[in-house]
């Protein structure tokens, strides 16, 4: 089992990098909170894996901290939960927050994260909330509000992202142009606009 890395980003391109390993690279897929941790290309990262073996396929998945991978791990054995809707949940809500969702059986707030309908909210409460307390705690009430900023946050860079995707510009180049213009925007549309307007060069 591969269970940590540490090597050169040779590429990045959610949700997949290549990390250089003492000249062997490797094909990663990680969620987007890993990617907002990582570096440029060229920079170090330590990644901490996840190997997913299939009859067609080995799959690496790697996480930023142990924290995440130990979610990923439990997420993948709920009924319906496969690696893909993992990489989702971990992309649009940190491990804190997740836990205090499941605590307090917040189903609305789970339904916002991609590809997690109703039903599945359910169950991800019903079947993770006994798994959770083997390993996490719910974090402070403090600690849960900052959290859910950030998701707020993480959501709407998502939005304004796929927004300028859709556009035509390539993810990486959309990423670069929405860093630069998204502190203290609370809007998409606004992100997007401030976005545009630095690229044309417009006042």
């Excluded at 705690?137 to 600690?143: H, T, V």
């Excluded at 860079?157 to 990486?172: D, F, I, N, T």
């Amino acid at each position: 089992m591969i269970g940590r890395l540490q090597g050169v980003i040779l590429e990045k391109q959610a949700p997949e990098l290549l990390l250089d390993v003492n000249g062997v690279g490797y094909e990663i897929q990680a969620p987007i909170s890993t990617f907002a941790m990582l570096g440029k290309t060229g920079t170090q990262a330590v990644l901490y894996t996840h190997l997913a073996i299939r009859e067609d396929a080995h799959q690496l998945y790697g996480f930023s901290d142990k924290s995440q991978r130990t979610l990923f791990r439990t997420l993948i054995k709920v009924s319906g939960v496969g690696p893909k809707l993992a990489l989702a949940i971990l992309s649009g809500m940190d491990v804190h927050a997740f836990a205090v969702c499941v605590h307090n059986e917040d189903v609305t707030a789970l339904t916002k994260l991609p590809g997690v309908g109703k039903k599945t909210a359910e169950r991800l409460i019903v079947e993770m909330r006994d798994r959770l307390i083997e390993w996490q705690a719910p974090a402070p009430l403090w600690a849960a509000a900052d959290n859910a900023e950030k998701a707020s946050q993480d959501n709407l860079l998502r939005e304004a992202e796929g927004a300028l995707v859709a556009l035509g510009y390539k993810p990486q180049d959309a990423a670069k142009m929405l860093n630069k213009v998204s502190t203290g925007v609370d809007s998409a549309e606004e992100m997007i606009r401030l976005a545009l307007r630095s690229t044309l060069g417009t006042q």
